[in-house]
């Protein structure tokens, strides 16, 4: 069966825009968060949505947001863009309780 | 979740076994140990995951302490292609919630060596 898919996989974005991404889960799997890995930070969690609600959230600012729809397809969008924010975005999705599968990421680079 | 301690990096000859550490001493009873790894720039992969029974599957094999203080990951015949960042995760499962939040700390990086 298909894995997790993101899209895009690479983007490059000006300080100051805004930029969405998003994420395609397992089928069957309600549960999507979203991760940013940097060299100086590691793999940090941001936050997670099951069924379209927002369940758990990280230590990031308000620039950072997401959603989730009713087929569980999740969007993750950082307004304001700052040089920090390029990283790699990764998604994973679960069923409840389960273990997590993460897509290939989108790699975001702010100039 | 429980915070684990792994030595930052590793090296194996290919075709050895690569026997990575994990400390968890302040792990609870209703965590689990995961261990996934990251090859260079794509996602993480989920290996496997135990809570207290030694685990085996096509990837690796698991073993927990008996006081589930510590975890080893044991790739059995290490490839190459083995070459990754190995993260060991301890998380609550069985409580809905507490979501799926997973806590990755720096890893282990393991070189496989021809």
């Known amino acids: 069966k298909a894995g997790v898919t993101q899209t895009p996989r690479y983007l490059i974005k000006t300080r100051g825009q805004q930029v969405t991404l998003s994420c395609s889960p397992i089928s069957g799997h309600r549960s999507v968060s979203w991760y940013q890995q940097t060299p100086g930070q590691g793999l940090q969690f941001l936050f997670e949505?099951?069924?379209?609600?927002?369940?758990n959230k990280g230590n990031f600012p308000g620039r950072f947001s997401g959603r989730q729809f009713s087929n569980s397809r999740s969007e993750m969008n950082v307004s304001t863009l700052e040089l920090g924010d390029s990283a790699l975005y990764l998604c994973?999705?679960?069923?409840?309780?389960?273990?997590?599968?993460f897509g290939q990421g989108t790699r975001l680079t702010v100039v | 979740d429980a915070k684990t301690t792994q030595p930052p990096s590793m090296d194996c000859a290919e075709g050895r076994a690569a026997n990575l550490p994990c400390n968890h001493s302040t792990i609870s009873g209703n965590e689990y140990v995961y261990w996934y790894r990251q090859i260079h720039s794509q996602g993480p992969q989920y290996i496997i995951h135990?809570?207290?029974n030694n685990e085996t599957n096509e990837m690796a094999s698991l073993i927990i302490t008996e006081d589930r203080k510590s975890s080893t990951l044991i790739l059995p015949h290490a490839t190459l292609r083995d070459t990754a960042v190995y993260y060991c995760i301890v998380r609550v499962v069985w409580n809905n919630n507490a979501g799926n939040m997973l806590t990755f700390g720096g890893g282990t990086r393991l070189m496989v060596k021809p």
């Open positions: 949505y099951f069924s379209e609600t927002q369940r």
């Open positions: 135990g809570l207290k």
């Open positions: 994973a999705s679960s069923r409840e309780g389960a273990e997590a599968f």
